[in-house]
């Protein structure tokens, strides 16, 4: 296999979010969930940033046998989504350029179940099942 291009590999635990999109014209469907992945310490506190995450290859497996704050490794590739919310409508930066949010989102290919110990730092693969 040769080196892939934009991708990427996050370890942490899925948030509350999940949302299952059907397709009636395709048949297919859309898991979008997110993930929160340690960032750095603060006194005893983790800061924890938050990535939605979507699979359509995957979306049925993670709707069913996934579930918050199961620990999981997901590897995908980054995507930028930039949009203007409501409250940014109408107005523009320093440019006259319209203000939007940029938005990182994972397109994930491989989602595993993991089991990790937060005090070591080691993790390991567990039946996904």
Known sequence: MGILTNSVSLLGRLGKYKEMKYFETTGG???TINIGV???????????DFFNTK????????GEYYKENDWVQIKGRLIENKYTPKHLEGQVDSNGNPLTVSQIKIVAFDIKRVRYNEE?????????K
């Open 120 to 128: 070591t730092e080691e993790w390991e693969y567990v039946n996904n």
């Open 38 to 48: 340690k960032t750095g310490e603060k006194w005893n506190n983790f800061f924890v």
């Open 55 to 62: 699979t359509r290859n995957l979306a049925e497996e993670v």
């Open 29 to 31: 469907c859309v898991c």
